[in-house]
């Protein structure tokens, strides 16, 4: 079984573009999770969905951050316009259960390293 | 200061020792997972707890609910260990994976 895959593995763009990052969670999963880890910072919470529903959005650094997941499969993370501070490595997780529980065991994506130059 | 604290930093040592690393944290939670995340890989989940010991090869994972306290231990430790464990406590409040800042593990032959 295909495990979490996440695309593109890496890109540079410059200040102001705009670039989408790709999650496909493992097929069946309903909790689909983001994460990012800044330049020497711990890995932070972004968003989680449930299906397609956004469940906890709370982590979303502002509005230049836009998260779908239509059709309650893959999942996009887009960044318009990109910031300097934005670089980092985006990471995608999900689980199985609907409904959350203390033992929902999440399975993380290989990440996507963005550099904003 | 974090929510979650790990200890050590960074550890270098001999292929054989016995490794221990450390996370304390601040908040209820409902679990606890160690992670490792190999150089420019991804991550992968160790083990998720919430009471008592688990044991997988040669790691072990231990954890105090009372001390709010969780240890990863590697028994034998192999250059292939070589990677950075991190510590993340699921909150009983929101769900959400807190994260610790990690530990750079290395390995010498």
């Known amino acids: 079984e295909a495990g979490v895959t996440q695309f593109p593995s890496h890109s540079v763009i410059e200040k102001g573009q705009t670039v989408t990052l790709r999650c496909d969670p493992i097929?069946?999963?309903?909790?689909l999770y983001w994460y990012r880890r800044v330049m020497g910072k711990e890995i932070k919470f972004l968003l989680h969905f449930v299906k397609e529903s956004k469940q906890d959005e709370s982590g979303m650094p502002n509005n230049r951050f836009l998260a779908e997941r239509t059709g309650g499969t893959y999942s996009t993370l887009k960044v318009q316009p990109a910031e300097l501070e934005d670089s980092g490595v985006y990471f995608c997780a999900s689980s199985p259960v609907a409904v959350e529980s203390s033992y929902n065991e999440q399975f993380f994506g290989p990440g996507t390293r963005l550099t904003v130059l | 200061k974090n929510e979650v604290e790990q200890s050590p930093q960074n550890l270098t040592a001999q292929e054989g020792e016995f490794i221990t690393i450390n996370c304390s944290y601040s908040?209820?939670?409902?679990?606890l997972h160690w992670l490792q995340q190999h150089p420019g890989g991804g991550i992968v989940s160790l083990f998720m707890?919430?009471?008592?010991?688990k044991k997988h090869g040669r790691l072990i994972a231990t954890i105090n609910i009372q001390e709010k306290h969780s240890s990863l231990h590697i028994t034998a430790s192999h250059p292939r260990d070589s990677a950075v464990y991190i510590c993340a406590v699921r909150s009983r409040s929101n769900y959400q994976l807190i994260w610790g800042a990690g530990t750079k593990l290395i390995i010498k032959p």
């Open positions: 908040v209820g939670i409902s679990a």
């Open positions: 707890l919430s009471s008592g010991k």
């Open positions: 097929s069946g999963h309903d909790n």
